[in-house]
């Protein structure tokens, strides 16, 4: 399952993999319309073209849209729950410096969805469905 979404002209991909049953979330540089990415004069020397995809969000675009990108990985976990109902999923952050907000964003998602909230390393979440107990 994927989602496109643009905000203030950069374009972001949310996706769940059914496999792994993980959510990614990146920037797709080529469909963007602003600049998102700079290289760094290492790349530059090598005459290394600029990524397709960018994986470290905030190191490379300064957006003052966070709560708008939350809400859009909001719906798009809504829609993975109601469409795959998942035992479990994953949600990992790869940027320490949003990690408080992230980890808080996972305790709403857990809280929101049924899902108890397991932290198995600094910025990785697994979500594990609670069951209503058999009678």
Same mark, same amino acid.
């Not at 203030?8 to 993980?22: A, K, R």
């Not at 719906?75 to 949600?91: D, E, G, L, N």
């Given at each position: 399952?994927?989602?496109?979404?643009?905000?203030?002209? $950069?374009?972001? =991909?949310?996706?769940?993999?059914?496999?792994?049953?993980?959510?990614? /979330?990146?920037?797709?540089? /080529?469909?963007?319309?602003?600049?998102?990415?700079?290289?760094?004069? #290492?790349?530059?020397? #090598?005459?290394?073209? *600029?990524?397709?995809? +960018?994986?470290? $969000?905030?190191?490379?675009?300064?957006?003052?849209?966070?709560?708008? $990108?939350?809400?859009? =990985?909001?719906?798009?976990?809504?829609? +993975?729950?109601?469409?795959?109902? *998942?035992? #479990?999923?994953v949600y990992s952050a790869n940027e320490k410096a949003k990690a408080s907000v992230y980890r808080r964003f996972a305790v709403r998602i857990a809280n929101q969805f049924g899902y108890q909230l397991y932290?198995?390393?600094?910025? +990785?979440?697994? #979500?594990?469905? +609670?069951?209503?107990?058999?009678?």
């Amino acid at each position: 399952m994927r989602k496109e979404f643009n905000i203030d002209g $950069i374009h972001y =991909v949310l996706s769940f993999q059914e496999s792994s049953q993980s959510i990614t /979330l990146h920037i797709d540089a /080529l469909k963007s319309q602003r600049k998102v990415y700079s290289q760094t004069p #290492f790349e530059c020397a #090598f005459g290394d073209e *600029p990524p397709d995809t +960018v994986w470290f $969000i905030s190191e490379h675009v300064q957006t003052g849209q966070v709560f708008k $990108i939350l809400s859009e =990985v909001r719906s798009f976990i809504a829609s +993975v729950i109601a469409r795959y109902q *998942p035992y #479990f999923f994953v949600y990992s952050a790869n940027e320490k410096a949003k990690a408080s907000v992230y980890r808080r964003f996972a305790v709403r998602i857990a809280n929101q969805f049924g899902y108890q909230l397991y932290e198995q390393r600094p910025g +990785v979440y697994r #979500f594990y469905k +609670v069951e209503a107990p058999v009678a």
